[in-house]
């Protein structure tokens, strides 16, 4: 077995840098996770963001390790603490120990997972994860696919494949991709990077429980096959980032095989769904995509970058990225495997694998699933509190662990309605109580949470939605003073009721 003192025994790192990162990594293992009592939120303000940027600069001269490690802890200060457990914001990256551990591992030996010459070792553990998470969600045997830097990069890289799939490059101008409302803006931005404008992208609305309609989705592809357009590809939402709504996949799967289009699920959230012994149903149908993204550093609890896209088959991802160099000649992929440098748009790359594989092989699937559990009861003790308090709406269903709602008091218009809750938002934050931080529900300023730190329990979340409900409270109060000296805000019809009650 390899030793990571390798290195240090070699002479070519100096020893005291070995001994400086060993107290320095005992250190940093004392600070996860963070208390309650900590900054869920420190950000350099924009002048001290130009002071620090001087402060930083390396110069011409050599440092003390120490002073420069110290330096890099105020760096690391000023961030937002997503395992904080009082953070609800956007969907946040909760690692496990176990994750960090792995991510740790993949560093210190730095491997670069571009072929098999280089990492057979690693690529190996990269191809069973594929396997192993193509199984998951009921793609077949053929399943083929790679990590990468997450979601985004995963969607890039299965729109290129399908691109390259169903269209001749003739076609490019007249092909039509189907979306949803709701669609997430990473689809959107990789559509352009494939080379497709605005106009070939056909959104259609959502349902009131935010998943596409399918209804619409058919009529649209008619009309448009019609007018001389070539529909090629839909993508389907498994876990809204907005909401946590998963479109109807099944549906969605047959129109996709009845009008002859490509299937693309971004699951880079709710793909985890499949994990779970209890709600593995939610995602039913996903295993018949041609393509499926996927994000460890999301609901797999693992550390950022770890990305994955799979295919129904590998020849897709081959079609658009298998290249050849002079120089990478020699390197040959024994039989019946490939070279990951032609299944990504990337060549040198890290073994992004490992730290997915070294979670789940050490807690196995069930744990996992408990895990991915712990986030719907934490959404669902969410969503029960807050529906005890007056004047709460919740914005749309809770399916997943994402919740979104809106301090509602009867009398203010939709535009202070708006102004209230993004206040709200922003108390909470500055009064660090917790990041719940705004969306915009059909177009209304709404507040949302994203419940997936396992580590947190119901009744922390029970008492943040007390103590959102007293602050809103308060910020009623402020609003209605305010705009006793501005009438013209308040709803005409009950101004007058709802100023008595603030009374
Ligand atoms: C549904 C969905 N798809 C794609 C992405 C993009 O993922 P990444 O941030 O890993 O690039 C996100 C990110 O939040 C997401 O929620």
Same mark, same amino acid.
């Given at each position: 077995?390899?030793?990571?003192?390798?290195?240090?025994?070699?002479?070519?790192?100096?020893?005291?840098?070995?001994?400086?990162?060993?107290?320095?990594?005992?250190?940093?293992?004392?600070?996860?996770?963070?208390?309650?009592?900590?900054?869920?939120?420190?950000?350099?303000?924009?002048?001290?963001?130009?002071?620090?940027?001087?402060?930083?600069?390396?110069?011409?001269?050599?440092?003390?390790?120490?002073?420069?490690?110290?330096?890099?802890?105020?760096?690391?200060?000023?961030?937002?603490?997503?395992?904080?457990?009082?953070?609800?914001?956007?969907?946040?990256?909760?690692?496990?120990?176990?994750?960090?551990?792995?991510?740790?591992?993949?560093?210190?030996?730095?491997? *670069?997972?571009? $072929?098999?010459?280089?990492? %057979?070792?690693?690529?190996?553990?990269?191809? =069973?994860? /594929? #396997?192993?998470?193509? !199984?998951?969600?009921?793609?077949?045997?053929?399943?083929?696919?790679?990590?990468?830097?997450?979601?985004?990069?995963?969607?890039?890289?299965?729109?290129?494949?399908?691109?390259?799939?169903?269209?001749?490059?003739?076609?490019?101008?007249?092909?039509?991709?189907?979306?949803?409302?709701?669609?997430?803006?990473?689809?959107?931005?990789?559509?352009?990077?494939?080379?497709?404008?605005?106009?070939?992208?056909?959104?259609?609305?959502?349902?009131?429980?935010?998943?596409?309609?399918?209804?619409?989705?058919?009529?649209?592809?008619?009309?448009?096959?019609?007018?001389?357009?070539?529909?090629?590809?839909?993508?389907? *939402?498994?876990? $809204?980032?907005?909401?946590? %709504?998963?479109?109807?996949?099944?549906?969605? =799967?047959? /129109? #996709?095989?009845?009008? !002859?289009?490509?299937?693309?699920?971004?699951?880079?959230?709710?793909?985890?769904?499949?994990?779970?012994?209890?709600?593995?149903?939610?995602?039913?149908?996903?295993?018949?995509?041609?393509?499926?993204?996927?994000?460890?550093?999301?609901?797999?609890?693992?550390?950022?970058?770890?990305?994955?896209?799979?295919?129904?088959?590998?020849?897709?991802?081959?079609?658009?990225?298998?290249?050849?160099?002079?120089?990478?000649?020699?390197?040959?992929?024994?039989?019946?495997?490939?070279?990951?440098?032609?299944?990504?748009?990337?060549?040198?790359?890290?073994?992004?694998?490992?730290?997915?594989?070294?979670?789940?092989?050490?807690?196995?699937?069930?744990?996992?699933?408990?895990?991915?559990?712990?986030?719907?009861?934490?959404?669902?003790?969410?969503?029960?509190?807050?529906?005890?308090?007056?004047?709460?709406?919740?914005?749309?269903?809770?399916?997943?662990?994402?919740?979104?709602?809106?301090?509602?008091?009867?009398?203010?218009?939709?535009?202070?309605?708006?102004?209230?809750?993004?206040?709200?938002?922003?108390?909470?934050?500055?009064?660090?109580?917790?990041?719940?931080?705004?969306?915009?529900?059909?177009?209304?300023?709404?507040?949302?949470?994203?419940?997936?730190?396992?580590?947190?329990?119901?009744?922390?979340?029970?008492?943040?939605?007390?103590?959102?409900?007293?602050?809103?409270?308060?910020?009623?109060?402020?609003?209605?003073?305010?705009?006793?000296?501005?009438?013209?805000?308040?709803?005409?019809?009950?101004?007058?009721?709802?100023?008595?009650?603030?009374?």
């Amino acid at each position: 077995m390899g030793s990571i003192g390798e290195e240090d025994r070699s002479g070519n790192e100096p020893s005291g840098i070995m001994l400086e990162a060993e107290s320095f990594l005992t250190r940093l293992l004392t600070i996860m996770p963070p208390p309650p009592s900590d900054p869920i939120v420190q950000k350099l303000h924009a002048h001290e963001i130009q002071s620090m940027q001087q402060q930083v600069m390396p110069g011409d001269h050599s440092q003390d390790l120490s002073s420069v490690l110290h330096e890099a802890m105020t760096v690391f200060d000023n961030r937002m603490r997503l395992t904080h457990p009082h953070c609800f914001s956007y969907i946040p990256a909760c690692p496990t120990p176990l994750a960090r551990l792995g991510d740790l591992l993949t560093s210190v030996y730095n491997v *670069n997972a571009v $072929s098999w010459d280089v990492s %057979s070792g690693p690529n190996a553990v990269e191809k =069973a994860m /594929i #396997a192993w998470l193509g !199984g998951q969600l009921g793609l077949p045997d053929s399943v083929g696919g790679c990590f990468v830097s997450g979601g985004s990069i995963a969607n890039m890289t299965a729109i290129v494949a399908a691109r390259d799939e169903m269209l001749h490059p003739t076609q490019r101008g007249d092909a039509v991709i189907y979306t949803s409302d709701q669609t997430h803006i990473s689809i959107r931005k990789a559509l352009h990077i494939s080379g497709f404008m605005d106009y070939q992208i056909h959104k259609i609305p959502s349902d009131d429980a935010f998943r596409i309609d399918v209804d619409l989705l058919r009529h649209a592809i008619n009309t448009d096959r019609k007018s001389g357009r070539v529909p090629f590809l839909l993508v389907a *939402n498994c876990g $809204s980032t907005n909401t946590g %709504s998963i479109d109807p996949l099944h549906a969605l =799967a047959d /129109i #996709a095989r009845d009008e !002859g289009l490509w299937l693309h699920v971004d699951g880079a959230y709710g793909a985890s769904i499949a994990l779970s012994d209890k709600n593995r149903y939610l995602v039913d149908g996903i295993g018949r995509a041609d393509s499926v993204s996927w994000d460890g550093h999301k609901w797999l609890f693992q550390t950022y970058g770890c990305g994955i896209v799979l295919m129904r088959k590998v020849g897709s991802l081959l079609r658009s990225f298998a290249v050849d160099a002079e120089y990478l000649s020699g390197i040959l992929a024994p039989q019946g495997t490939t070279n990951f440098y032609n299944l990504s748009p990337e060549l040198s790359r890290p073994a992004r694998a490992i730290s997915l594989w070294l979670t789940l092989k050490t807690l196995g699937r069930h744990r996992m699933g408990e895990m991915i559990d712990q986030g719907f009861l934490l959404a669902q003790t969410a969503d029960h509190n807050i529906r005890q308090y007056k004047n709460w709406i919740i914005a749309a269903p809770t399916v997943a662990s994402i919740v979104v709602f809106q301090y509602a008091p009867r009398g203010l218009d939709k535009e202070a309605l708006d102004a209230l809750n993004a206040v709200i938002s922003q108390r909470l934050l500055a009064e660090n109580i917790a990041a719940i931080l705004t969306t915009k529900i059909r177009g209304r300023t709404t507040l949302r949470m994203c419940t997936m730190n396992p580590l947190v329990k119901p009744e922390t979340i029970a008492n943040v939605i007390l103590q959102v409900d007293k602050l809103a409270q308060s910020e009623l109060h402020n609003t209605y003073s305010k705009m006793a000296n501005k009438p013209h805000t308040l709803c005409r019809e009950c101004s007058v009721g709802v100023l008595q009650d603030a009374g």
